[in-house]
């Protein structure tokens, strides 16, 4: 059986709500997804600031989503490499040399402060596209309905201000 | 500084293990998934986020708010049959906007975000990589200066949901929401970017 190199956004969709069934109920996780505490738990930890209060409110949700995101490294580099056979190592974007500029060095220093400002939002709001948006909205959540609104329209906003030749 | 890597998986691994939220296996299991179904649909590339933020492709938009669409009927009778529970966060309003509005101009220039990062990452983004390196050091700064953000991140209005507003009509309101959701998901463009040979 030959296996398609691709999903669309329906079955992907699909899979992933079935995805979000599981890991709330109680024969998954009884919590939902989420990706940047985790990640703000490993900046803590690996910078020997785990005395401090916010490392302690956060160890459950940032161990948890430490597992989760080995997870989904492995899932990924599986995925990429059997099934639609996109691995390879690659510094710029095709999207980012059409509309911003052709340097590895601007690209790696944007990627960096993109990646520092996007966790330092999301812990400053309390999550992220998976914790507020995908988790929070699908709870009715008005916390995460509030940040996906304002991610949305600033999303937007900067892709307009900061790329060229739209 | 601590970079002892048995040291730290080991007492995250015990950490999990004393949580009612899991083994380590079937968190695994549920990241694999995760990782499988992002990178399959190939959502995990700047070219898709940063493409919806430029306006050009809603492949993104589209599989979250259907997802969204159908995840929350069905875990709205999930809860009700008593299989799961609501995990809500609190409307911390200061924190809310100012951390959106800091989180989405990080994501238009990064171009993925904390879950869809880690699956780029693993598909050999060496771009991306330094974007998690970035995340990684400012984790460790909001960690040490949480003490002063927590005054600017309130005032805390609670956790409140759209179907406790709703009350005793909240079968109703669900249905509606997720139907709505999954309305957004088929209005948006069908706009796509077009994958370029080179780049796979």
């Not at chain 1, 940040?147 to 790329?163: E, H, K, M, P, S």
């Not at chain 2, 695994?28 to 986020?49: C, P, Y």
């Not at chain 2, 869809?116 to 998690?132: F, H, K, M, W, Y």
């Not at chain 2, 990684?136 to 600017?152: M, S, V």
Request: aromatic share 14%; proline share 4%.
């Amino acid at each position: 059986m030959q296996l398609p190199r691709r999903l669309g956004w329906i079955p992907g969709g699909i899979a992933l709500a079935l995805l979000i069934w599981f890991t709330f109920s109680q024969w998954g996780a009884n919590r939902p997804i989420g990706a940047s505490t985790g990640i703000a738990y490993m900046g803590a930890w690996f910078f020997g600031l785990t005395d401090t209060q916010y490392f302690q409110q956060i160890t459950k949700s940032g161990s948890w989503e430490v597992i989760f995101l080995i997870g989904v490294l492995m899932g990924g580099a599986f995925t990429s490499l059997f099934i639609t056979k996109t691995f390879k190592f690659r510094i710029i974007p095709p999207l980012w040399r059409k509309h911003k500029n052709n340097s590895p060095l601007s690209r790696l220093l944007w990627s960096f402060i993109g990646g520092f400002l996007v966790v330092f939002g999301a812990r400053l709001a309390g999550g992220c596209t998976s914790g507020h948006f995908l988790s929070g909205a699908t709870q009715t959540a008005v916390s995460g309905l509030i940040f996906g609104g304002v991610a949305i329209v600033v999303l937007i906003l900067t892709g307009r201000l900061f790329y060229k030749n739209l | 500084m601590n970079f002892n890597l048995i040291d730290f998986f080991s007492t995250t691994i015990d950490l999990v293990q004393k949580q009612d939220h899991g083994s380590i296996p079937l968190i695994l299991t549920i990241g694999f998934l995760f990782g499988l179904i992002i990178q399959w649909s190939r959502v995990d590339t700047f070219d898709k986020i940063a493409g919806f933020a430029m306006l050009k492709g809603f492949k993104v938009p589209k599989m979250l708010f259907l997802s969204i669409g159908i995840a929350s009927i069905g875990l709205f009778f999930m809860i009700k049959m008593g299989w799961a529970h609501y995990h809500i966060k609190p409307i911390m309003l200061g924190g809310l906007i100012l951390g959106g509005i800091i989180f989405a101009i990080g994501m238009a220039i990064l171009g993925l975000c904390p879950g869809t990062g880690p699956v780029a990452v693993s598909e050999g983004n060496i771009d991306v990589l330094t974007g998690l390196i970035g995340g990684i050091i400012a984790g460790a700064l909001f960690t040490y200066l949480y003490p002063d953000l927590k005054e600017i991140m309130g005032p805390d209005y609670g956790k409140l949901t759209l179907t406790q507003l709703f009350g005793e009509h909240a079968d109703w309101f669900i249905f509606l929401y997720g139907l709505a959701m999954v309305a957004i998901a088929f209005l948006l463009p069908n706009r796509e970017i077009e994958e370029e040979v080179g780049e796979v």
